[in-house]
Structure formats: structure tokens, C-alpha cells
């Protein structure tokens, strides 16, 4: 994505989340736009929100895992992911093939 497009694709997001600060796509959404720039915290921000608001989505539970081993912080990963398997172990399969990438 170029620079102009993620700029508009950015303030497009922050426009829904005015309108609607629980629309959990949107802050996945601008998260990807946020670490495609390099953004990791307000990334990660973003991420954690989308927990916030659906603790049991898996995708923003990886993606957070993502950010926090770019960031370094694998063990954090690691717990993160371990916590999700605790709320949700129906996601096992699921965690253990993304762990294998």
C-alpha cells in the first residue's frame, strides 16, 4: 500500500472509531495500516482494544502476538497465546499451526 493510500485508508479508520470507538474492525483495520508503517505501538494499541471488545478473537490475538515478538518481547507472546488457549482451548489447533510458522 502506498504512502497516500495508507494515509487516506488511516484517516478513514479514526473517522469510524469517532463515530464508533467499539467497532473492533476498524481498530484491526488501522492496526495493519499502523505496523505496515512501522507503528508498532499504536499498532499493538489498536490490537489490544479489539481484545478488549472480543477477548475471544483469535486473529487479533495473533496479530498482537506478532507485534510483541517484532517489539522482542516473545515471552509476552507466549503468554499472551497461552492465555488465549485458556479462555477459548477450542482454538488449540488453531494456535499451535500459527506457532509453527
Given at each position: 500500500?502506498?504512502?497516500?493510500?495508507?494515509?487516506?485508508?488511516?484517516?478513514?479508520?479514526?473517522?469510524?472509531?469517532?463515530?464508533?470507538?467499539?467497532?473492533?474492525?476498524?481498530?484491526?483495520?488501522?492496526?495493519?495500516?499502523?505496523?505496515?508503517?512501522?507503528?508498532?505501538?499504536?499498532?499493538?494499541?489498536?490490537?489490544?482494544?479489539?481484545?478488549?471488545?472480543?477477548?475471544?478473537?483469535?486473529?487479533?490475538?495473533?496479530?498482537?502476538?506478532?507485534?510483541?515478538i517484532r517489539q522482542g518481547k516473545v515471552q509476552d507472546a507466549e503468554a499472551l497465546l497461552n492465555g488465549m488457549l485458556r479462555l477459548d482451548p477450542g482454538n488449540?489447533?488453531?494456535?499451535?499451526?500459527?506457532?509453527?510458522?
Amino acid at each position: 500500500m502506498g504512502a497516500g493510500k495508507a494515509d487516506d485508508a488511516a484517516a478513514e479508520y479514526n473517522a469510524a472509531l469517532q463515530i464508533d470507538p467499539y467497532f473492533r474492525e476498524a481498530h484491526e483495520n488501522l492496526a495493519t495500516v499502523l505496523a505496515a508503517r512501522g507503528d508498532l505501538e499504536g499498532a499493538r494499541a489498536h490490537l489490544e482494544q479489539a481484545l478488549r471488545l472480543d477477548p475471544r478473537n483469535l486473529r487479533a490475538t495473533t496479530r498482537v502476538a506478532e507485534v510483541l515478538i517484532r517489539q522482542g518481547k516473545v515471552q509476552d507472546a507466549e503468554a499472551l497465546l497461552n492465555g488465549m488457549l485458556r479462555l477459548d482451548p477450542g482454538n488449540a489447533m488453531r494456535i499451535c499451526t500459527w506457532r509453527k510458522r
